[in-house]
C-alpha cells in the first residue's frame, strides 16, 4: 500500500529531514496556535531522521500525517453545583490518539491552565511511552479545565460525577482506560469509577486505574511514576559508573510523582535537599523529610511552605525558578511542562549537574534540552524515564481482568524489570540508528517504530 498525493510524490524526491519538516509544517498549520502540542511533535519528529532514511515505507504509508492527527478529540460541557447551590461549568477533554496496540490509555489532568493543545501534547507522547512499556496498550489522555484547589469533598465528588457522566459513553475495559494525573489522584478516581459503576451497572474494575488498593486498585501504583522514574536513572548512571548514593538530589513538586522520586532516592542512598509546589520552593541542606511532605500534601492537603514548621531549618521562596540555581548533582522535575527553561538549564550546568531525569511530562523546553546535552549532562527523558506509571496501570488491568492481585513486592519487581527493559530499548536502538548514548533519539525511535510497524501491519485507517 502506498499513501500517495501529488504532494507526496514531490516530497519522496526530497530528503528525509526536509519530509520531516515539510509534514510538521502541515501540522502546525492546521494545528495553529497549539504551541505544547506542536512542541511535542517536533520533539518526536526532529529525532526520526535515521528511521526515516532507513524505512521510505513509512512515507509510502503516511505513518508522520497520520500519527499527529488522534482518532478522537471529545471536548464536552461539565456542569456541576458548588456547596452554596451556585452553577459552575467546566469544559472536559479526552483524546483518543491511537488505538494500535491496544485500548487508549492515559490519565486525567484536573488543572485550570488544560486546553486542547495540552491534552493533545500530553496524549501524543502517551502514544509512544505506553509503546515503550512493551504492554499492549494504545495512547489516550484527558481532563478539565477544573481547579481541584479550594474546593470541598462534596464538591470534588459532585464535578466527579458529572465529568464521568458524559465520560462514560466514550470509554471501557477494552476502549478506553484512563488514570490520574496533576489534581486526580484516587480520590477523585474512586468518585469517577463509582459514578461510571452507576450508569453501567456494572463492575468492570478495568474501566480506569489508581483506584484506591482496597477497591480494585493495584499496590504499587500510587508509587510507580516516582520509583520509576528513580529505577530508570539508576539505570542511567549506572551505564556511566555513577549511582544515586551519596549524591545531592532536587525534586520539583511535592505531589504524587515527585514523593515517590523523592523516597526512592532516598532509599538509594541521596539527600533530597529540595522540592517545591506551585507557590514556591522549600531548601532543606539536611535532607528533605518525605514524611513530613506526605502528611501535608496527601493527608492535610496544605501548602508546601507549612514544611518550615516542623523543619524551622528549612528555607522557603516563593521563585520557583530559583530552586534549579541550587547546585545539585541529579535533577528530577516532576511538576509540570515547561518548568525547567534555558537559563534554569544553565544555571543546573554551571552548578555542576550531572544527570537530569523527566518524571514530569516534557518538564525541560526545547532550549533547555540543548543546553543540558550539549554539556554532557546524563538525560533521561520523559516518555521513557516516567513510564513506570502507567506500566502499573496496565498491571492493574491485567490484575483485574484476573479478578486477582499481586503483592507488593511482585508488582515492585515487574516495574524494576519494565523500566531496565525500556532503558536497554532506548540504549539498543540509539546505538543501531547511529548516536549512542543518546537517550532521546533511542525513546523517539523505539517508541515510533513499535507503533509505526503495528499501524502498517494493521491497513490504512
Ligand atoms: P500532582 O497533582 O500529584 O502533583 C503536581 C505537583 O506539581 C504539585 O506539587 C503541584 O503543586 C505542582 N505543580 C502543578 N502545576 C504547577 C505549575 N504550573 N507550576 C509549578 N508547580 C506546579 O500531579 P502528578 O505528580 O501526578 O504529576 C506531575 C507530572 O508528572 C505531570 O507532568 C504529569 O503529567 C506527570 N506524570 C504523572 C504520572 C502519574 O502517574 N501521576 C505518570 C506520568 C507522568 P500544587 O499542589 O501547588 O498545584
Not at 415 to 443: D, F, H, W
Request: aromatic share 8%.
Amino acid at each position: 500500500m502506498r499513501y500517495t498525493t501529488p504532494e507526496v510524490t514531490e516530497i519522496r524526491r526530497q530528503s528525509s529531514s526536509e519530509y520531516i519538516k515539510a509534514v510538521h509544517k502541515k501540522i502546525a498549520e492546521r494545528n495553529a496556535g497549539e504551541s505544547e502540542f506542536l512542541q511535542a511533535t517536533w520533539e518526536v519528529f526532529s529525532s526520526l531522521k535515521p528511521v526515516i532514511e532507513q524505512h521510505p515505507e513509512y512515507i509510502d504509508h503516511g505513518i508522520l500525517e497520520r500519527l499527529a492527527e488522534p482518532e478522537r478529540l471529545i471536548i464536552f460541557r461539565v456542569a456541576w453545583e458548588d456547596d452554596e447551590g451556585k452553577v459552575h461549568v467546566n469544559r472536559g477533554f479526552r483524546v483518543q490518539f491511537n488505538s494500535t496496540l491496544g485500548p487508549y490509555k492515559g490519565g486525567l489532568r484536573f488543572h485550570p491552565s488544560l486546553t486542547s493543545s495540552v491534552v493533545k501534547f500530553l496524549g501524543f507522547e502517551q502514544i509512544f511511552k505506553n509503546a515503550l512499556t512493551g504492554l499492549p496498550i494504545g495512547g489516550g489522555k484527558g481532563g478539565s479545565d477544573f481547579d481541584p484547589k479550594g474546593k470541598s469533598d462534596r464538591e470534588i465528588m459532585r464535578f466527579c460525577q458529572s465529568f464521568m457522566t458524559e465520560l462514560s459513553r466514550h470509554i471501557g475495559p477494552d476502549i478506553d482506560v484512563p488514570a490520574g494525573d496533576i489534581g486526580v489522584g484516587k480520590r477523585e478516581i474512586g468518585y469517577m469509577f463509582g459514578q461510571y459503576k452507576r450508569i453501567r451497572n456494572a463492575y468492570e474494575a478495568g474501566v480506569v486505574t489508581g483506584k484506591n488498593p482496597d477497591n480494585g486498585g493495584s499496590l504499587v501504583r500510587k508509587e510507580a511514576t516516582g520509583y520509576g522514574t528513580v529505577y530508570f536513572v539508576e539505570e542511567m548512571l549506572k551505564g556511566e559508573g555513577k549511582t544515586f548514593a551519596g549524591s545531592k538530589v532536587i525534586v520539583s513538586g511535592s505531589g504524587n510523582v515527585s514523593i515517590y522520586a523523592m523516597e526512592k532516592a532516598i532509599e538509594f542512598g541521596a539527600t533530597v535537599i529540595a522540592c517545591s509546589d506551585s507557590e514556591g520552593y522549600i531548601y532543606d541542606p539536611s535532607g528533605i523529610d518525605v514524611e513530613t511532605v506526605k502528611q501535608l500534601k496527601e493527608v492535610e492537603r496544605k501548602r508546601i511552605y507549612h514544611y518550615l514548621e516542623s523543619h524551622p531549618n528549612a528555607r522557603f521562596g516563593n521563585d520557583n525558578t530559583e530552586i534549579w540555581t541550587i547546585p545539585c548533582d541529579i535533577a528530577l522535575p516532576c511538576a509540570t511542562q515547561n518548568e525547567i527553561s534555558r537559563e534554569s538549564a544553565h544555571a543546573l550546568v554551571d552548578n555542576g549537574l550531572k544527570a537530569l531525569g523527566e518524571g514530569a511530562n516534557m518538564p525541560c523546553d526545547e532550549e533547555a534540552v540543548r543546553v543540558l546535552t550539549n554539556n554532557g549532562v546524563l538525560f533521561a527523558p520523559a516518555k521513557a524515564a516516567n513510564a513506570g506509571g502507567v506500566a502499573v496501570s496496565a498491571m492493574e488491568m491485567s490484575q483485574n481482568s484476573m479478578r486477582y492481585s499481586w503483592t507488593a513486592e511482585e508488582v515492585d519487581e515487574k516495574l524494576q524489570t519494565v523500566m531496565k527493559s525500556i532503558y536497554r530499548s532506548c540504549i539498543e536502538t540509539a546505538e543501531q540508528y547511529g548516536q549512542p548514548g543518546n537517550l532521546i533519539a533511542g525513546a523517539n525511535i523505539a517508541g515510533f517504530k513499535k507503533v509505526a510497524d503495528a499501524m502498517i501491519a494493521y491497513g490504512l485507517h
